[in-house]
Antibody
Framework: QLQLQESGPGLVKPSETLSLTCSVS??????????WGWIRQSPGKGLEWIGN???????YYNPSLENRVTISVDTSKNQFSLKLNSVTAADTAVYFC????????????????WGRGTLVTVSS | EIVLTQSPGTLSLSPGERATLSCRAS???????LAWYQQNPGQAPRLLVY???TRATGTPDRFSGGGSGTDFTLTITRLEPEDFAVYYC?????????FGPGTKLDIK
């Protein structure tokens, strides 16, 4: 069973950069047909997609965050990472990593495996 | 940009009853681009249905998705205690994933 696990600081100061890593186990990240993504959920709120990456490094981002986001992949470590710069309190959220399936297979894009999420609080 | 609206915001039902959750898109969408998730408190979302009507692996057959155009539904035929959760619809289009605001299904 594929497993994803987020890791990184739980507290980030305003204006600094939020950095998280997603470690993938029981499966390779370098498999064709799947993208790997980040989704966040502000406390008590709904889900917001941040962006996705393919194992080749190809990315696509939510336009609302695109100017602050960088997602990268390290296939040797079976990990992918998120960097969000110039954070504010509005970026406080639980951040999930997930596998995106369907875009290159069934033609029905969706997220089928998720990490448990990690809470990141932006505060001085 | 497509906007997803879910109704009702909260649905109060009893175990054994039938639940019908609605997801409406602001413009006509391809059914293949619509998915549904279930989220319990403190947990990650769990994929239930993709392509509007295809159950994901492990999704019980009491869950069924349907609809087309702008109107989609998730139906739970006989509610089990573990079904009381928040449900989100999701659309993909033009390299953008969007989630609806969710419907909370709680015990009456």
């Amino acid at each position: 069973q594929l497993q994803l696990q987020e890791s990184g600081p739980g507290l980030v100061k305003p204006s600094e950069t939020l950095s998280l890593t997603c470690s993938v186990s029981s499966g390779s990240i370098a498999i064709s047909s799947y993208f790997w993504g980040w989704i966040r959920q502000s406390p008590g709120k709904g889900l917001e997609w941040i962006g996705n990456i393919y194992y080749t490094g190809s990315t696509y981002y939510n336009p609302s965050l695109e100017n602050r986001v960088t997602i990268s992949v390290d296939t040797s470590k079976n990990q992918f990472s998120l960097k969000l710069n110039s954070v504010t309190a509005a970026d406080t959220a639980v951040y999930f990593c997930a596998r995106e399936s369907g875009l290159y297979t069934t033609g029905s894009p969706h997220f089928d495996y998720w990490g448990r999420g990690t809470l990141v609080t932006v505060s001085s | 940009e497509i906007v997803l609206t879910q109704s009702p915001g909260t649905l109060s039902l009893s175990p054994g009853e039938r639940a019908t959750l609605s997801c409406r898109a602001s413009q006509i969408v391809d059914s293949s681009d619509l998915a549904w998730y279930q989220q319990n408190p403190g947990q990650a979302p769990r994929l239930l249905v993709y392509g509007a009507s295809t159950r994901a692996t492990g999704t019980p057959d009491r869950f069924s998705g349907g609809g087309s155009g702008t109107d989609f539904t998730l139906t739970i035929t006989r509610l089990e205690p573990e079904d009381f959760a928040v449900y989100y619809c999701q659309h993909y289009g033009s390299s953008l994933f969007i989630f609806g605001p969710g419907t909370k299904l709680d015990i009456k």
